[in-house]
């Protein structure tokens, strides 16, 4: 995965992927071993965090029909060009319902492949 952008179509295409394979792996190959999460929404005093090992499997077993995409808004070099700062609107829509939510990703090249280190996701609802 040489660009970012082609990183980041991946990513998504994985998650829609594994919303109909219940494949957690699809995604996972995306994340780093270091990866941390961070979800909220306004009714929550604290965002809930999860790492690379937390139970995608559950995430994807909940959803029925669901697909994500994403608007990238703003994308910084970091690092000499080693990591990225992705910020964007992601977009889900599940059983016909949709949730947007602002999002900020940080993906770090490693071992040639970019991966997916942290990501804020604070839902706008």
């Not at 994985?14 to 996972?28: G, Q, T, V, Y």
């Not at 609107?89 to 997916?116: H, P």
């Amino acid at each position: 995965m040489e660009n970012i952008q082609h990183a980041i179509d991946g990513y998504f295409t994985a998650w829609n992927e594994a919303f109909k394979s219940k494949d957690a792996d699809l995604i996972r190959n995306y994340m780093s071993k270091e990866f941390i999460g961070y979800w909220a929404h306004s009714g929550l005093k604290e965002p809930d965090s999860y790492g690379y090992e937390y139970d995608l499997e559950a995430v994807l077993k909940q959803m029925g029909d669901a697909e994500k995409s994403f608007e990238p808004q703003s994308t910084t070099k970091r690092k000499n060009g080693q990591e990225y700062l992705v910020l964007g609107r992601e977009t889900s829509l599940i059983n016909g319902e949709e949730y947007s939510a602002q999002c900020m990703f940080v993906w770090r090249k490693e071992n040639g492949d970019w991966r997916l280190i942290r990501e804020y996701i604070e839902l706008e609802r």
